[in-house]
């Protein structure tokens, strides 16, 4: 279910509606800087999605000086990762790519993987309380036979690196490109994030195979805009943190029904049938959200929020309408949905070693 929110550099990598719970293979995580993993509900500043909890992937800042690094690694079933970076900084520039390569045959029957990634970060000082940060990142990964199917028992004992699905296959292509403007001064600070980002998935899933079997392909690109504001207020021992999110998002998905061969237990082909699916739809959002956070005598520390999402589709039935039977087509529409949510913790410091804390969080996801 769409009920986690991942983020490159606290920009989301896919957009809501096309949420895939793979979907951490477009982010090159082997060569992160450092990840940030968040617990429990986090819509009041991420929005929909954030519900069982956030997995933020931060990029490697550029290096002071000249570096390269390289990282080989191997095992069984013919696996081999390459890891390659260079990175420096000169003047008021500061440059870092990596570069990762993987491939195996799988230890299943029929599954390799084949896998390319990169990050391009370049960092620039325009002052000294201003910057501008531009990453470029891309994911592929082919992966015929979808890492392999459920067995049997007796093969599971005798014949583990069996498949039954040779014919399933996930195949994806990501990237994104983002530029974040960040000013600070001694009291407040101000970034602005906009990004672009392109998504295909082509996938012919194993586990639907024994009753439903298709082909799906789905496309989505995006152009958004994330903006937050940070003030200090000393009297107060006060932090106000304010910010919108703003996002345009078309995209498509067709699903064709496949009528499959087997041998035995075996698929070993298939033939396309009907299209069961096939419509354009684009996603829009507009964002704000507010939190306070405050220390209070006593070493106690609140934090109060709430974000208001304004979000919709809009919706081009490619297809006839269909009201009956397991894959009903509703007609061409558009929906919007609205929603606050509220947070609310309170965190006490018993001891320098020792802390009491209290939350109350609201998430939600859309449809």
């Known amino acids: 279910k769409a009920l986690y929110a991942y983020l490159e550099d606290g920009v ?3 957009s809501t509606g096309f949420f895939n719970h793979n979907a951490l293979y477009e982010i090159n995580i082997p060569q992160a800087g450092r990840l940030e993993v968040i617990k429990g509900p986090g819509t009041a500043v991420y929005g929909s999605d954030a519900v069982g909890g956030v997995v933020n992937a931060f990029t490697r800042d550029p290096s002071p000086t000249p570096e390269a690094e390289i990282f080989v690694e191997g095992g069984s079933s013919t696996y081999l990762r390459g890891l390659g970076s260079a990175s420096t900084t ?3 520039s500061g440059l870092r790519a990596d570069v990762n390569v993987t491939r195996a045959d799988g230890w299943r029957d029929g599954t390799p993987y084949d ?12 002052s000294e309380h201003t910057r501008l940060k531009t990453v470029a990142s891309f994911s592929h990964v082919d ?13 599971y004992l005798s014949s ?3 498949t039954y699905s040779p014919i399933a296959f996930r195949r994806l292509l990501a990237g994104r490109l983002s530029t974040e403007l960040q000013v600070r001064d001694e009291v407040s600070s101000f970034g602005a994030t906009l990004y672009t980002r392109y998504n295909e998935l082509d996938l012919l899933p194993s586990w639907q195979l024994s009753f439903d079997p298709q082909v799906w392909e789905s496309r989505h690109r995006s152009l958004g805009l994330l903006t937050r504001y940070r003030r200090a207020v000393a009297p107060l021992r006060t932090n106000l943190s304010a910010g919108v999110d703003l996002e345009y998002t078309p995209g498509s998905r067709r699903e ?27 996603f829009w959002q507009t964002s704000p959200y507010v939190q306070a956070d405050v220390s209070l005598p006593g070493r106690v520390q609140l934090s109060l929020g709430a974000r208001y999402d304004h979000i919709g589709y809009d ?15 509703p007609g061409s529409t558009g929906v919007s949905f609205d929603r606050i949510s509220p947070k609310l913790g309170a965190t006490w410091e018993i001891a320098p070693n020792a802390n009491l804390f209290a939350s109350y969080r609201e998430a939600f996801r859309a449809p």
Do not use: C, K, M
């Open 143 to 155: 992966q015929p036979g979808d890492g392999g199917s459920d067995i049997s028992a007796e093969d």
């Open 256 to 282: 064709t029904e496949i009528e499959t061969q087997r041998a035995g237990q075996v698929f070993t082909g298939y033939t396309t049938g009907a299209v069961q699916y096939d419509y354009d739809v684009t």
């Open 315 to 329: 919706y081009d039935n490619l297809l006839a309408a269909v009201d009956t039977g397991s894959h009903r087509r």
């Open 160 to 162: 583990p690196s069996r």
């Open 12 to 14: 989301p990598i896919r």
């Open 115 to 126: 896998r390319q990634s990169g990050t391009l970060r370049w960092d620039y000082t325009l």
């Open 90 to 92: 000169f003047g008021r």
